[in-house]
């Protein structure tokens, strides 16, 4: 009987056994993989976004308190002051905060001098008469709870009422206190009014519904004394 000869490079002995991954199929197979890892890490990522997103947007809104440049007072009997502050949050949820009550606290820092008791007696609006060159007073409405959230901002004119009492000369400290609805602690934001000899008689003599100017922003508006620096002082226009 006649055998042919194999060639070595064609025995069976030298095939690799069946599974093993050839020169040509190994990238192959780590793009696989690779491509399989990058789509799970894609998933973790977007559920932590999700979970992430859905606890921002259920998180007590954080409200932001700016003071206006301009308190408007007028004074007779009593002494009434216009206080317009700003009310937002920057924080992306869908829940809102409601401010329940504003008081405004001012005490002067002379020694045995008396504080008013103020209290939100309403809310109003301006509107400006472009002939006369003045500001008009309107009511709007009673004290009510103000909705605050990122899209329903607040800017409400507020009327504070101090019954028989009225500003004479000097430096007064004052807050403005926002309850919240919530539960959490009082927004307070203080700040200062100095009024001078001038301004404590053009108060007092120009009486009770003709309202004045003080403003935070005017460089030199009075005086350049430091007990005045970063207070409303009366405007000189």
Known sequence: ??????????????????????????????????????????????????????????????????????????????????????????????????????????????????????????????????????LTYQRVADPSPLLVSQSTPQQPLLLFNAVGWGFAAGRYEGTLVLRRASGQEPLREGFCVAVSKAAATTLRDRGQYRFHDFRDDVPGSETHEEESKGCYVLSPV
């Open 1 to 134: 009987m006649a055998f042919s000869k194999i060639p070595s490079g064609d025995r069976p002995g030298d095939a690799p056994p069946p599974g093993t991954p050839t020169a040509e199929a190994s990238p192959k197979r780590r793009y696989e993989q690779a491509h399989a890892w990058a789509g799970t890490l894609a998933g973790v990522v977007a559920l932590g976004l999700s979970v992430y997103n859905l606890v921002a947007l259920q998180r007590e809104p954080s409200v932001d308190v700016a003071l206006p440049h301009i308190a408007r007072v007028a004074q007779g009997k009593d002494t009434w002051l216009y206080f317009q502050p700003t009310l937002s949050t920057r924080v992306k949820t869908e829940r809102v905060e409601v401010i329940t009550q504003v008081e405004l606290h001012l005490r002067p820092t002379a020694p045995g001098g008396k504080g008013p008791a103020f209290f939100w007696d309403e809310t109003g609006s301006f509107s400006y008469d472009a002939a006369a060159r003045n």
